[in-house]
């Protein structure tokens, strides 16, 4: 059973158009993720989500979006998009935090190229 | 700025060779965990620390945390080819947040 899954696995798109990708998670975590992974390997949170809260990395365009249709699923809608935008996106998730450490379950990621 | 600092960003070593990979910052983390990554797949943990000076194995893989939380070590004996992957540390600095060092790859070779 996958824990947590994306699709598409690779997307190839051209500047200017709207995609999304889909996460799901059968975890029944609380917290789902959206990471983006550049070309050098750098893993960079762009928003965390849970049924109460989306917080949002300052530095991601409000092209990005995430929508959430229940606890399960994340997806994210990419709006205009941009070469720079090129990366691998990984959605994971976790039970909400309490007293010390907490595991984040990652996707298999999505590796999106903008020509 | 980056938060976490990792070294060596690149490692390159023979089956049966020992190695270590540092994770530094200037902040103090309520807890540091450790990712490894295989090409084309999401990173998994390997381990999980919280107390300042924990040291934790896991069969070749020992892992430490700094006695003030603000850095951790990995060290691999006699490492193998299917310890090769990126090896990322990422700090736990908020609720539900976690940020990444940019990763290690460490390559073995038979």
């Known amino acids: 059973d996958t824990a947590v899954s994306q699709t598409p696995k690779y997307l190839v798109t051209q500047m200017g158009n709207d995609k999304s990708i889909k996460c799901e998670q059968n975890l029944g975590h609380d917290t789902m993720y959206w990471y983006k992974q550049d070309s050098k390997k750098f893993l960079k949170i762009m928003f965390s989500?849970?049924?109460?809260?989306?917080?949002i990395n300052e530095t991601v365009p409000n092209r990005f979006s995430p929508k959430s249709p229940d606890k399960a699923h994340l997806n994210l809608h990419i709006n205009s998009l941009e070469l720079g935008d090129s990366a691998v996106y990984f959605c994971?998730?976790?039970?909400?935090?309490?007293?010390?450490?907490?595991?984040?379950?990652f996707g298999p990621g999505t590796r999106l190229t903008v020509t | 700025t980056q938060l976490l600092e990792q070294s060596p960003q690149f490692l390159s070593i023979q089956e049966g060779e020992n190695l270590t990979v540092y994770c530094n910052s200037s902040s103090v983390f309520s807890s540091l965990q450790w990712y490894r990554q295989e090409p084309g797949e999401g990173p998994v943990l390997l381990v999980t620390?919280?107390?300042?000076?924990e040291v934790k194995k896991l069969k070749r893989l020992t892992f430490q945390f700094g006695d003030a939380r603000k850095d951790s070590s990995l060290h691999i004996t006699a490492a193998q080819p299917g310890d090769t992957g990126l090896y990322l540390c990422?700090?736990?600095?908020?609720?539900?947040?976690?940020?990444f060092g940019k990763g290690t790859m460490l390559l073995v070779s038979p």
């Open positions: 990422a700090g736990e600095i908020g609720y539900s947040t976690l940020t």
């Open positions: 989500y849970n049924n109460k809260e989306l917080i």
């Open positions: 994971a998730s976790s039970q909400i935090p309490g007293l010390g450490s907490y595991e984040q379950y």
């Open positions: 620390v919280v107390t300042g000076g």
